[in-house]
């Protein structure tokens, strides 16, 4: 069994996340990819592709493990015309 590590998820208002409204802290398992993360949260696999994650102000793919103490932010870019 993994330890559990602790992160914060900070996202933009176009997100609708279970656990989290616009930013909380929560407990995952260390081995925690952020594809499984958004599967935890409620972000529809479809919508994982457009998703921009950054991990302590850096840029990161879906298979990047998340750390303890990790702040991520996640985005939904939009667009209109």
């Known amino acids: 069994m993994n330890p559990a590590v602790t992160i914060t998820v900070e996202c933009s208002p176009i997100l609708k996340l279970k656990d989290i409204q616009n930013r909380g802290e929560i407990k995952v398992p260390a081995d925690t990819s952020i594809t499984t993360l958004l599967d935890r949260l409620g972000v529809p696999t479809g919508q994982h592709r457009y998703l921009l994650v950054y991990a302590n102000g850096?840029?990161?793919g879906l298979n990047y493990i998340v750390q303890n103490g990790d702040a991520l932010q996640l985005?939904?870019?939009?667009?209109g015309g």
């Open 58 to 60: 850096r840029k990161q």
């Open 75 to 79: 985005f939904l870019p939009i667009g």
